[in-house]
């Protein structure tokens, strides 16, 4: 699996990982999942990404089991919730999450979205789990240049690592700015949702039928074009969510492979990215 420098930090990390939303549900459902992610691991997809909002810890639960006796092998990601983001509040949250997934360090705690308690607070307490060993590095979640900045400016002894974001074909609107400026400061962007759940192109539509075309010339399927084209850039990466073996296995062939630049045109023909500055998107 190919791997790049995950921004200033310089840490390792394939350019496809592995999302956890919704993996948990009945026992079967929960096995397949944990049965995927050991399998993704095993690709090397180590990036996982989890979040104390999934099934409501749920999720964390499940990672827990799929990393036991793995947790150095990974780069783990965990969010709090914007209503748990006052300082105390993120600090006891923290503490859930690394319960729930059987460790006691993550590598990657973002919040999940703005909240309502001040930026400075909540980077307070970013940089108290830093100092004390239970994160290795902060972040944050859908947003955009103005509250990155903000984010920044209120870390005082560490820098901002990561700001993980909506991104797929249908909705490439963080191309005008956000990536820029997260490259420049060498802020690590995480794609989320990068087959665009609803948005998925259709096979029958003009975009389904060039990705289709390009994935028969590379012999891949259009789900590893479309995790190509996502994870071509320097200092991004994407977080494709899959609840089983089969999933996996095809995403992990998302990577180790370059399209050429007359498909990058041809995808940038079919789904266009604004042309005019628009509001962040978010699921
Ligand atoms: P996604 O990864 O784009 O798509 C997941 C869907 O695609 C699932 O229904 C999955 O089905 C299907 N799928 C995956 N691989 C497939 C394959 N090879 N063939 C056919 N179907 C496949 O969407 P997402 O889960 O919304 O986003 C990914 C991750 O990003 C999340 O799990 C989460 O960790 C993170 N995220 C973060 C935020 C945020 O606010 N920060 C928001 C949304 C998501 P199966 O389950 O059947 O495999």
Redo the contacts with the bound molecule.
Sequence with gaps: MTQRPFGWTGAQVPVIGQ????IEGSADVERRSVDALRAGIDLGLTHI???EMYGSGRAEEIAGKAIAGRRDEVFLVS?VLPSNASYEGALRACERSLKRLGTGRLDLYLL??ESQYPIGETMRAMERLIDEGQIRYAGV??FDVDQVRAAQAALRNHRLASN?V?Y?LGERGIERKLIIYCQEREIALVR??????AKFPRPDSSGGRVLEGIAKRHGRTV?QVILNFLTRLDGVFT??????LE?TT??AGGAGWALMAEDIEAIDRAFPAPTRDTPLA??
């Design positions: 999302g956890t939303w919704m990404d989890t979040a969010k999940h979205w979640s859908n993980q909506l797929h989320y949702t990068p087959f665009g759940r789900r977080i494709p969510k899959a609840g089983n999933h095809e995403n978010m699921l």
